[in-house]
């Protein structure tokens, strides 16, 4: 049987697509984060294991109600295509091929390709003849930067990257930003309000944050400090009767916080959220412009740069789905000259994958 996989592994779920020789798509399921910086190995592999196997069970003969247990008996793989959240080196893309070669029972080699997930974004670079340049923005939970350059084998080289430096160093315009940043600003406002300046507006967002975390009156906001700070509860305490966002990772109370920001800016029109987003997205844009040169600056500053005016910018993840925040970072980009030839948001990253592997095999037949 020959099987092209393609499989999108995030720091919120598990993407999984399977696609014949011909590019139909003939299965996909959904499993949990698995973004290889965060989690040991048998982690990662247990999260790619319940994806793949239950996008399989509408690719066998006959159909299985149950998922397909892995590694298979056969060889039903002619390649898979790995783009990982976290696999940001040579030793993290040895660690997980070994693991999901196992797994798979494709042998390491061209047939299992594993790389960063901003891979399968720059994959729409192949439609457009006239460039030859990409860069590729991920912001969902976290975020990461990388460009792309087409060689004349149809191969996509990789350029440069920037980002990806996890919830602590970075994530720029990703979830776990835009969480910091709410906190930050809400610090910052409660540091004006302790020197008696005037007071500011009313903010839905600051009010749906304190409502998550039980804090009552805005004046009381420094006492979400010990929510962000606090180490997750042990096995005994998470029986007692412990807040429920205390039972998360504590880079998840952060990145959790999207949702009401994006509500309260977009559809709240609440200045203070909105403020937030800017800030968020002039953060990411900031990493796409380190890539970038604008027209008429001197090549030899950063050879390695794309010329946007000539390239393609690719996005993909949850919060740059949302076209309101992609216009400000549109926004923040025009300012600093960097105005793209095209852009595209990738929504199914992996079923663009698995097709465009398909493509592949077929012309090597």
Known sequence: MSLFLCVDCGGSKTSAVIADRSGTILGRALGGPSNFAY???????????????????????????????????????????????????????????????????????????????????????????????????????????????????GILSELARTGGWGW?????????????????????????????????PPSSLKAKVL???????????????????????????????????????????????????FEAAFKDKDPFALNVLKVCAEGLADQISMLSRVPGEDPSLKPRAVEANEAMLCFGGSLVGIEDYRALIHEALAKKGHVFKYVEFVDDAAAVGAVGLASLGRTQV
Not at 169 to 187: A, I, K, P, S, Y
Not at 244 to 250: G, I
């Open 168 to 200: 602590i160093l970075g994530d720029e315009g990703g979830g776990f930003h835009v969480g910091r940043e709410t906190m930050r600003q809400m610090m910052y406002d409660a540091a004006r309000s302790s020197l008696g300046m005037e007071p500011l």
């Open 39 to 153: 989690m040991s190995a048998a982690a990662f592999t247990d999260a790619v294991r319940v994806a793949v196997s239950n996008a399989l069970k509408t690719c066998v003969s006959p159909p299985s109600i149950d998922p397909v247990s892995l590694p298979p008996n056969t060889e039903i793989f002619a390649s898979a295509w790995f783009g990982i959240s976290g696999v940001d080196s040579l030793a993290a893309i040895a660690n997980a091929s070994a693991a999901l070669s196992a797994l798979l029972g494709i042998p390491l080699g061209p047939r299992l390709v594993v790389a960063n997930d901003t891979h399968l974004l720059a994959a729409p670079l192949r439609l457009h003849p006239d460039i030859k340049h990409a860069v590729a923005a991920i912001a969902g939970t976290g975020s990461c930067v990388v460009s792309f350059q087409h060689e004349p084998s």
């Open 211 to 261: 409502e998550r975390f039980g804090i009552e009156g805005v004046d009381n906001a420094p006492e979400v400090l010990p929510v962000v700070h606090l180490p997750e509860p042990s096995a005994t305490e998470a029986a007692a009767s412990v807040p429920s966002y205390l039972l998360v990772a504590r880079e998840k109370r952060l990145s959790q916080l999207a949702p009401l920001v």
